[in-house]
């Protein structure tokens, strides 16, 4: 059979290898749920950068209309309520 130093032996390297085990799945667990955690913050910066992009689409091309004259002088009198001498201002209470 064995001796008292085999077992001793065995019991150690057992252990060893156990705890070597344990810290690897502890390792490769804590990796795989940043991984998770990156792809998911990954998906919500996409989706993010998808809503400026249309947000910048839509400002380029109110600074488009902005730069037309009579957009401007429409956009004023509807915005500000201005008026030009002569106009005939209508108030719409809704």
């Not at 249309?54 to 109110?62: G, P, R």
């Not at 004023?76 to 809704?94: C, M, Q, R, V």
Request: glycine fraction near 4%.
């Amino acid at each position: 059979m064995h001796t008292k130093k085999e077992k001793l032996r065995l019991f150690l390297i057992t252990v060893t290898i156990l705890s070597l085990l344990t810290f690897l799945v502890g390792s490769v667990y804590k990796d795989w749920q940043q991984i998770m955690h990156n792809r998911k913050e990954e998906n919500e910066l996409a989706l993010k950068y998808e809503s400026l992009l249309e947000e910048e689409e839509k400002l380029n091309a109110e600074i488009t209309k902005l730069g037309d004259d009579s957009y401007l002088a429409r956009y004023a009198k509807e915005k500000f309520l201005l008026s030009a001498p002569g106009d005939t201002l209508i108030k719409n209470d809704k």
